[in-house]
């Protein structure tokens, strides 16, 4: 099982700011990363696939990058709404898919 | 507009046996994989089980396997969960969500709770 780790756990920041979340897998996963936000009692949503391309109807302020095995998810002058927490996945090598174990955007 | 929609959730003691269903719309339901993914209160995601677009493969979590099973009816857009012998760990929140390599929709959950 492909062991997927999620940094900060918590991230506490101000709306209008720049953020970027790590995601590291226990081994090469190329770029079969996914990401999703999730916020509280929604179901997840997805964010960006194959590592960098963002999924339809998401905005240019979230961008994705890496290969291998890490992997960061960019936000760009964060809007209230995008305060939620985030999660990283890799389908490359399954089963199992394996998720990070999330990280928690909140307001400063 | 693809959708998915849980049902089946409810109150189960430890031992018990429930099972859960997602309906869907939207989209050409057997052209697709099909996953549950599990969400223990306030904890992370968890992978629980896979069914191919023709029921040929189907994959389970070690946490479930021999106590879950999958299954999908193509002709009605439907997806099963059978679960027996039923734990407090598996007390979550399950979803299905549709299959494109990533997971690119899901539906709202259904909460199961295992508990005396």
């Known amino acids: 099982e492909i062991v997927m780790t999620q940094s900060p756990a918590t991230l506490s920041v101000s709306p209008g700011e720049t953020v970027t979340l790590s995601c590291r897998a226990g081994q090469s996963v190329n770029s079969n990363v996914a990401w999703y936000q999730q916020k509280p009692g929604q179901a997840p949503s997805l964010l960006i696939y194959g590592a960098s391309t963002r999924a339809t109807g998401i905005p240019a302020r979230f961008s994705g990058s890496g290969s291998g095995t890490e992997f960061t998810l960019t936000i760009s002058s964060l809007q209230s709404e995008d305060f939620a927490v985030y999660y990283c996945?890799?389908?490359?090598?399954?089963?199992?898919?394996?998720f990070g174990q999330g990280t928690k955007l909140e307001i400063k | 507009e693809v959708q998915l929609v849980e049902s089946g959730g409810g109150l189960v003691k430890p031992g018990g046996s429930l099972r859960l269903s997602c309906a869907a719309s939207?989209?050409?339901?057997?052209?697709?994989?099909i996953n549950w993914v599990r969400q223990a209160p306030g904890k992370g995601l968890e992978w629980v089980s896979s069914?191919?677009?023709?029921?040929?493969?189907?994959y389970y979590a070690d946490s479930v396997k021999g106590r879950f099973t999958i299954s999908r009816d193509n002709a009605k857009n439907s997806l099963s969960l059978q679960m027996n012998s039923l734990r407090a760990e598996d007390t979550a929140v399950y979803y299905c969500a549709r299959d494109s390599s990533s997971f690119d929709y899901w539906g709202q959950g259904t909460l199961v709770t295992v508990s005396s």
């Open positions: 939207g989209f050409t339901f057997s052209n697709y994989n």
């Open positions: 069914i191919s677009s023709s029921s040929s493969y189907i």
């Open positions: 996945q890799q389908y490359n090598n399954w089963p199992p898919y394996s």
